[in-house]
C-alpha cells in the first residue's frame, strides 16, 4: 500500500509564502505522476499543480506564476514553493500519486494552509 504524507502547512499573512512537502513511502521515481490539489470551505477539489515521470508539468490557472513544483531526489519528496499567498488560497492541500501498471491514485490526509491578516 503506498502511503504519501505531506508537511508544510500552516498560517501565513497574505502576500506570505510557505513551502510544502510531500513523502512517499516508496521512491518518488516509481510514480508515474505526483502532485497536488487543494479543497477551500465551500469548493470542490481544484489542481494545484502536478508533474509527470518525463517532467512535465501542468499548473491549475489560478497559480499565475506563484506556485512552483519539483521534486527533490535526494530528499524523496515532491516540493510545492508557494508564494504571494493571498486570502483565496486557504484550502487544505492534498499530495496525489499515480503508481503501478494499474495507473491508481493515492491521496495523502492533507495540510490544511491558512492564508489570514
Known amino acids: 500500500q503506498v502511503q504519501l504524507v505531506e508537511s508544510g502547512g500552516g498560517l501565513v499573512q497574505p502576500g506570505g509564502s510557505l513551502r510544502l512537502s510531500c513523502e512517499p513511502s516508496?521512491?518518488?521515481?516509481?510514480?508515474?505522476?505526483m502532485g497536488w490539489y487543494r479543497r477551500a470551505p465551500g469548493k470542490g477539489r481544484e489542481l494545484v499543480a502536478t508533474?509527470?515521470?518525463?517532467?512535465?508539468?501542468n499548473y491549475g490557472n489560478f497559480v499565475k506564476g506563484r506556485f512552483t513544483i519539483s521534486r527533490d531526489s535526494a530528499k524523496n519528496t515532491i516540493d510545492l514553493q508557494m508564494n504571494s499567498l493571498d486570502l483565496d488560497d486557504t484550502a487544505k492541500y492534498y499530495c496525489?500519486?499515480?503508481?503501478?501498471?494499474?495507473?491508481?491514485?493515492?491521496w495523502g490526509p492533507g495540510t490544511q494552509v491558512t492564508v489570514a491578516s
Open positions: 496525489y500519486a499515480i503508481y503501478g501498471w494499474r495507473q491508481e491514485g493515492y
Open positions: 516508496i521512491t518518488i521515481s516509481h510514480f508515474s505522476l
Open positions: 508533474m509527470d515521470i518525463h517532467s512535465t508539468i
